[in-house]
């Protein structure tokens, strides 16, 4: 499977939460920041990650991060998108 015909799949499966989006939800998604402490928890796994120094523990508390950070990204692009729509 190609990623185009991947990529056109997601962009598809993810429309319709465009599509419901308002424009006040949009902006505050396109806002959206992680609070103080959560940034610093972030850091501080990615650092030990890098170091190879994750408990097993740890490296699922990262990878949920990352997954969350991932699925945000996804609903700002969105975000983006409803807003560039009008």
Do not use: C, H, W
Not at 23 to 46: N, T
Not at 64 to 71: H, I, L, P, Q, T
Request: charge should be negative.
């Amino acid at each position: 499977m190609s990623t185009t015909i991947g990529s056109t799949a997601f962009d598809r499966g993810v429309e319709p939460v465009r599509e419901v989006m308002t424009p006040e939800l949009a902006r505050g998604l396109l806002a959206f920041r992680p609070d103080a402490s959560v940034q610093d928890r972030i850091e501080e796994l990615g650092r030990k990650a890098n170091e190879g120094e994750l408990s097993p523990d740890e490296q699922e508390e990262y990878e949920g991060y990352s997954r969350a950070n991932k699925f945000i990204a996804i609903l700002q692009s969105q975000a983006r998108k409803r807003l560039s729509d009008g």
